[in-house]
């Protein structure tokens, strides 16, 4: 099973600021299979980015994936309130097929 | 796109529930779908997928008690879920595939909770 670990655990940034998450894989992580996701309290997780660094459609530029093999990077170049939320990267590949981190929590002061 | 849970609920220890997702706004015979689920306070975890040609699979700690299947005359998946424990209370998200070869979760549905208790 690949393991994925998330750090920090929590950012807190203010408004405007750049914020950098890390996902580091247990193993290299096949084709970059690798997402990241958005979930606000009381929603679905919302897909940001995939194949490591493609934006999904309607997401903002101001969200950017980058990384390979087993240390992948979200980053946030400029925080907006509507930012604050639970951010997850997830990986394909191996047994079983899909793994998740445990997450980053943003907070915006 | 759109993707709505139903049959989420209360069982007891060792009971069954079956989840369904009533899938709209796009081709659903072509895309592989998926079960996620979301403990409290936790990170989503893979349950079941379902491909295109019916090829299934699933969350080692599912294996065996729960089945995934789709009917595409319907346009929804399904999951059985039998000998549900205490660890399976969890909100049960269906998520559609972004495409066969591109692993991503791309829409979820808003989720059904199941509780697991006696």
């Known amino acids: 099973e690949i393991v994925l670990t998330q750090s920090p655990g929590t950012l807190s940034l203010s408004p405007g600021e750049r914020a950098t998450l890390s996902c580091r894989a247990s193993?290299?992580?096949?084709?970059?299979?690798l997402a990241w996701y958005q979930q606000k309290p009381g929603q679905a997780p919302r897909l940001l980015i995939y194949?490591?660094?493609s934006r999904a459609a309607g997401i903002p530029d101001r969200f950017s994936g980058s990384g390979s093999g087993t240390d992948f990077t979200l980053t946030i170049s400029r925080l907006e309130p509507e930012d604050s939320a639970v951010y997850y990267c997830?990986?394909?590949?191996?047994?079983?097929?899909?793994?998740f981190g445990q997450g980053t929590k943003v907070e915006i002061k | 796109v759109q993707l709505v849970e139903s049959g989420g609920g209360l069982a007891q220890p060792g009971g069954s529930l079956r989840l369904s997702c009533a899938a709209s706004?796009?081709?659903?015979?072509?895309?592989?779908m998926t079960w996620v689920r979301q403990a409290p306070g936790k990170g989503p975890e893979y349950v079941s997928g379902?491909?295109?040609?019916?090829?299934?699979s699933y969350g080692d700690s599912v294996k065996g008690r729960f089945t995934i299947s789709r009917d595409t005359s319907t346009n929804t998946l399904y999951l059985q879920m039998n000998s549900l424990r205490a660890e399976d209370t969890a909100v049960y998200y269906c998520?559609?595939?972004?495409?066969?070869?591109?692993?991503?979760?791309?829409?979820w549905g808003q989720g059904a909770l199941v509780t697991v208790s006696s």
């Open positions: 998520a559609k595939i972004f495409a066969s070869g591109s692993p991503y979760f791309d829409y």
């Open positions: 706004g796009f081709s659903f015979n072509i895309y592989p």
């Open positions: 379902i491909g295109t040609a019916g090829s299934t």
């Open positions: 193993q290299s992580v096949s084709n970059n299979y």
């Open positions: 194949g490591a660094s």
């Open positions: 997830q990986q394909y590949g191996g047994s079983p097929l899909y793994t």
